[in-house]
Structure formats: structure tokens, C-alpha cells
């Protein structure tokens, strides 16, 4: 993951070290939420 500005990149390493500390790969679950969008109903919460 990058970043274009410092502002953005503050967040991004908080998420980056949560993942690793859960054990968790950023980029699968990156993928798996991409692939849950598409079967999201519209409207819900």
C-alpha cells in the first residue's frame, strides 16, 4: 500500500501494524472485502 501525502500515511501504518499484530494479511483481506461489496445489499447497513 502507498501513500501521496503524510496525512494519509499516519492511518495506514496504525492499519498496517493492527494487521500484523492480528496476524492478519492486509492484502487478502483486502480482497475479500472487495469481493463482498459486489454482494452487499444496497441500502443496508
Do not use: K
Amino acid at each position: 500500500m502507498s501513500c501521496s501525502s503524510e496525512m494519509e500515511a499516519e492511518p495506514l501504518g496504525i492499519l498496517q501494524i493492527t494487521y500484523r499484530l492480528l496476524g492478519i494479511d492486509p492484502y487478502d483481506d483486502l480482497a475479500n472485502v472487495i469481493q463482498r461489496i459486489g454482494t452487499h445489499p444496497v441500502g443496508a447497513a
